[in-house]
């Protein structure tokens, strides 16, 4: 594969570019394209050597009830073998820009975590765009939610420390469900993480409109992703609802702690900066981090001191939302 | 006060911090002395191992008076560490070396640099340029006597807050204009940046502890004089948010506070920073306020002042203590 991006123009940590060439060339611009992304995922999950929890875990998959009218939705759930009585939990969304991913990209980040923390993690496998745009994804993500914290005791999970998170197209699902739920009266949640998300269709953020070929995501995957997302032609439109960009919402008071991470060279930098000064200006308790020369992603490479910072970081959110 | 969701283990502290607005040059007057109360209150670093400390006056700007550094330095075993110029707060009118002395002290001995903390002139009795020139003196005599000082000159930070911050940034932008001292690395803590005082956070936070909008007019009549504050006459080397090109800068950490009038500017800083393709990191805490880190007790403080010897440690390239 000839050098898909060029590097020079981007301050990118020097523990990361070596790994550059091993990162999939993420380029979805239409239907064929993302067939063909959608099957790379799969290689390389196969390629990634898989974590070895040091507790047993349990992992099981459930079917629960969907949006009025929609299917139902598979979530998966883990927990420690090891573990008796309520336990704190992470409602988790995946990410995969609405278009792809599902609960396989959920076991990556969950069984560590869960093996690490103690925690339950509750993984929705919401339905993909554009097969199915808004608001059928959130809207599953939200059902799945709502089904969590109604069987909290069952899981053995505290529901006085339900928390809610996800990656990029996956943390603007969060905050889409977050929002959902203090409008609709739902579930509490004790705190939202926002990874590097995917929250604005407008694209009109200096580093959106200038990210036009940094690696993982840019520009031109971010106009497919709300394209499929929100249908064609409704992107930057009036009506694009905050619960689908969630960067819409006219007032962010009432929301639950936040945490909200940004990585350097991502298009989505910008989106998040402002979602989080706003958040703090709204009066939500909101921490806010962006890594120094890192990119949409480059937490895939584990072994740069960056991602193991932003992971500690990460682990100690979680600790801290979730009173551990 | 207006209800801020101010995190619950400082608010028991909000009664003894100083609350009271700067308006008028006779509140400063009558502020300066208070801080020197409430720092003699504040508990003093014990340093792990004797640390070298110094008063030198250098040569300050031509034609401007020497300044006054404090030179910090631990035992030298290892041959060169890393020197820091560190340049204190108090909104451009109030504080001074004996202010940072804990924290340079910390400094020196956690990590094992020289610290040179500058005694820069005060607004308004010295408007700009005279305090940055002073803390550029400071950078240019440093560097210059890196050999002596036991500095490595090519790991050379500059790190400030609040005002301090405002003047670290305007610090390294002379640097860089003038062809002056190569910096490593900056770690801009609540920086002051902006003089037009037009973010969100500026204009609303009017009433929020330690610093709002009527310190920042104080303060920016102050030290651009009377008048000037928001035209556009403005340097960027007195408001570094006036900078238009922020490239070739070195590595930066911006910290802010959520309840700082400062907030928006240092995130917008960063944010530039980071367009600009330098390495920039950025860190917000909830719940805090300007200069809620003096609640040391606070589990947010204490995870700030780890976060920032980790910064200083990253970006001085100390790779082992």
């Not at chain 2, 062809?179 to 037009?198: K, M, N, T, Y």
Request: glycine share 10%; charged share 25%.
């Amino acid at each position: 594969m000839a050098e898909p991006w060029d590097m020079s123009k981007y301050a990118i940590d020097p523990e990361l570019l070596p790994w550059l060439d091993m990162l999939p060339l993420f380029e979805v611009r239409d239907a064929t394209s993302l067939a063909e992304v959608r099957a790379g995922l799969d290689q390389m999950r196969d390629k990634v050597t898989p974590y070895e929890p040091t507790h047993p875990i349990d992992i099981r998959d459930e079917v629960v009830p969907g949006p009025a009218g929609a299917p139902d939705v598979a979530v998966r759930i883990y927990r420690r073998a090891d573990r008796e009585g309520p336990q704190p939990a992470l409602f988790y969304i995946h990410g995969g820009g609405f278009i792809m991913g599902g609960l396989e990209m959920a076991d990556l980040y969950a069984i560590p975590i869960v093996d690490k923390l103690g925690i339950v993690v509750v993984a929705v496998d919401y339905r993909l765009a554009p097969e199915t745009p808004f608001p059928g994804p959130v809207e599953d993500c939200y059902a799945a939610l709502l089904w969590t914290a109604a069987k909290a005791s069952e899981l053995g999970i505290d529901p006085a420390r339900l928390a809610i998170g996800g990656e990029s197209a996956g943390g603007g699902l969060t905050a889409g469900t977050t929002l959902l739920a203090r409008d609709r009266g739902g579930p509490a949640l004790c705190y939202q993480y926002l990874w590097i998300p995917e929250l604005d269709d407008r694209l009109a953020t200096e580093c959106m409109r200038e990210y036009v070929d940094t690696p993982m995501w840019n520009y031109p995957n971010a106009v497919f992703s709300w394209d499929s997302y929100l249908g064609e032609g409704k992107r930057g439109t009036e009506d694009v609802s905050p619960y689908a960009a969630p960067a819409r919402a006219a007032d962010l008071a009432g929301l639950p702690p936040t945490v909200v991470t940004v990585c350097q060279f991502d298009p989505l930098r910008d989106e998040g900066l402002e979602y989080a000064r706003r958040l703090s200006q709204a009066n939500v308790p909101t921490e806010l981090r962006g890594y120094a020369g890192s990119f949409h992603g480059s937490t895939l490479i584990g072994d740069a001191a960056v991602t193991q910072r932003a992971a500690a970081d990460q682990l100690a959110d979680l600790s801290r939302g979730l009173g551990i | 006060m207006t209800e801020y969701a101010i995190d619950p283990e400082i608010v028991p502290w909000l009664e003894v911090l100083p609350s009271h607005p700067l308006r008028t040059y006779e509140d400063l007057l009558a502020a300066r002395p208070r801080i020197s109360e409430i720092r003699a209150r504040m508990p003093v670093y014990e340093p792990s191992q004797p640390i070298d400390v110094r008063d030198e006056l250098i040569p300050g700007a031509a034609g401007e008076p020497d300044v006054r550094v404090r030179i910090y330095a631990p035992p030298n075993t290892r041959g060169t560490r890393p020197g820091l110029v560190y340049i204190h707060g108090g909104g451009f009118v109030a504080g001074d070396v004996d202010m940072s002395d804990s924290a340079c002290l910390k400094y020196a001995d956690v990590l094992g640099i020289v610290v040179l903390s500058v005694d820069y002139r005060l607004a308004p009795e010295t408007p700009f340029p005279g305090p940055v020139e002073d803390c550029y003196a400071a950078l240019v005599w440093t560097a210059a006597k890196a050999t002596e000082l036991g500095i490595d000159p090519v790991r050379i930070g500059v790190a400030g807050g609040s005002a301090g911050g405002g003047l670290a940034a305007g610090t390294v932008l002379l640097a860089r204009d003038r062809g002056g001292p190569a910096v490593v690395f900056q770690h801009l803590g609540v920086p002051e940046l902006d003089d037009r005082l037009e973010t969100e956070s500026m204009r609303t936070y009017v009433d929020t502890p330690m610093w709002s909008r009527p310190s920042a007019v104080f303060s920016w009549d102050s030290y651009l004089g009377e008048g000037k504050r928001g035209t556009a006459g403005v340097s960027p080397y007195a408001a570094p948010a006036r900078a238009a090109d922020l490239s070739g800068l070195p590595s930066t950490v911006v910290m802010v506070c959520q309840f700082d009038p400062l907030r928006d500017e240092g995130i917008e800083y960063a944010r530039r920073l980071s367009q600009a393709n330098v390495p920039t990191e950025l860190r917000g805490y909830p719940g805090t306020f300007h200069g809620s880190g003096m609640v040391t007790d606070a589990s947010v403080s204490k995870r700030m002042a780890v976060d920032e010897l980790e910064d200083l440690r990253r970006g001085l390239r100390i790779t082992s203590i």
